[in-house]
């Protein structure tokens, strides 16, 4: 059974940092690959942050996170982060990560239909 537990939301003013953890069981995280998405109220889920680690390592954002967030993974704790500095009131979503059984295609990386593992989401606030 696969789990992925997010963790490190929370209440930030606008300029503020955090960092949110995604804990991975019952999945091979050596699948490669890993997402963010985040959820505003009466909005579609977007993509927010990918990795690829299977080799060549790459990533990708969203431009509207671009130079803000950061995602990164540690294979020995079968966790993925997402680091996000500068935070915006308009960043203030619940947010989940993503694992997938065959990794997207890159350009797909934001297509939450790529994926099917979801966690159950860490709320962030960003107050002006």
């Known amino acids: 059974q696969v789990q992925l537990v997010e963790s490190g939301g929370g209440s930030v003013q606008a300029g503020g940092s955090l960092r949110l953890s995604c804990a991975a069981s019952g999945y091979t995280f050596s699948r490669g690959c890993m997402g963010w998405f985040r959820q505003a109220p009466g909005k579609e889920r977007e993509g927010v942050a990918y990795?690829?680690?299977?080799?060549?390592?790459?990533?990708a954002y969203a431009d509207s996170v671009k130079g803000r967030f950061t995602i990164s993974q540690d294979n020995a704790k079968n966790t993925v982060y997402l680091q996000m500095n500068s935070l915006k009131p308009e960043d203030t979503a619940m947010y989940y990560c993503?694992?997938?059984?065959?990794?997207?295609?890159?350009?797909?990386?934001?297509?939450?239909?790529?994926?099917?593992?979801w966690g159950q989401g860490t709320q962030v606030t960003v107050s002006s």
């Open positions: 993503a694992g997938a059984a065959d990794c997207p295609y890159y350009r797909w990386w934001d297509a939450p239909t790529s994926y099917q593992y």
């Open positions: 990795v690829d680690y299977r080799g060549v390592y790459r990533t």
